[in-house]
């Protein structure tokens, strides 16, 4: 049974930083991705990480911003979140991609076949 669990959201103020975990089981997955989703607004891709190589991937308006990493033994992803905005604010999932080899759309929400519960992340400003 495929889990993911995602961890780590809450409230910090303008500038702060969180980091999100998401613990991954069940099965093995190439592409492990975090989208978010503010209210009123349709879920928008984040970041991504390909599992075996580390390659990382990031929506513009987090670059330079939030990193995205890996911890194989714990098998779990994190998104350090670093300067945050209020327009951060959303629940952010964590998603995983179990097939076999690398999509090169890893920004949609359709190559992703297992999503976490989500966590909110909320920003005062």
């Known amino acids: 049974q495929v889990q993911l669990v995602e961890s780590g959201g809450g409230l910090v103020q303008a500038g702060g930083s969180l980091r999100l975990s998401c613990a991954a089981s069940?099965?093995?997955?190439?592409?492990l991705g975090w989208f978010r989703q503010a209210p009123g607004k349709e879920r928008e891709f984040v970041a991504a990480?390909?599992?075996?190589?580390?390659?990382?991937f990031y929506a513009d308006s987090v670059k330079g911003r939030f990193t995205i990493s890996r911890d194989n033994a714990k098998n779990t992803v994190y998104l350090q979140m670093n300067s945050l905005k209020p327009e951060d604010a959303a629940v952010y999932y964590c998603?995983?991609?179990?097939?076999?080899?690398?999509?090169?759309?890893?920004?949609?929400?359709?190559?992703?076949?297992?999503w976490g519960q989500g966590t909110q992340v909320t920003v005062s400003s």
């Open positions: 990480i390909r599992w075996s190589a580390g390659s990382t």
């Open positions: 998603a995983a991609d179990s097939r076999t080899y690398y999509s090169s759309s890893y920004y949609l929400e359709d190559q992703y076949g297992y």
């Open positions: 069940g099965r093995t997955f190439s592409t």
